[in-house]
């Protein structure tokens, strides 16, 4: 069983930055794609960032483009997502996936295997 453990989010201005992580409790983590997803209240939980189990490609929703960035420490069982120039329409609960059966980054929730349980993102005007 993997678990996934998310950490990082809180509060923060508009324009500032947080970093998120996502440990994984198991090895297996290094073989699989890995994404961030998020959902803000009333709304459907939307991609955000996706990293192949390399680390060498990586996929980005349009609005996060150019502000957000994902990596991973395979020695660590760890993503991150580093979250810069933040806006208020950044908020939402930002959820940590993992592909255990495939090494391509995706989009689409459904391709993910295991989810973490969510870290709360505030992003006030």
């Known amino acids: 069983q993997v678990q996934l453990v998310e950490s990082g989010g809180g509060l923060v201005q508009a324009g500032g930055s947080l970093r998120l992580s996502c440990a994984a409790s198991r090895r297996t983590f290094s073989s699989g794609a890995m994404g961030w997803f998020r959902q803000a209240p009333g709304k459907e939980r939307d991609f955000v960032a996706a990293?192949?189990?390399?680390?060498?490609?990586?996929y980005y929703a349009d609005s996060v483009k150019g502000r957000f960035t994902i990596s991973r420490d395979n020695a660590k069982n760890t993503v991150y997502l580093q979250m810069n120039s933040l806006k208020p329409e950044d908020t939402a609960v930002y959820y940590c996936a993992a592909r255990i059966s495939a090494s391509l980054p995706s989009a689409k929730s459904e391709d993910y295997d295991y989810w973490g349980q969510g870290t709360q993102v505030t992003v006030s005007s």
């Open positions: 990293i192949s189990w390399s680390g060498t490609s990586t």
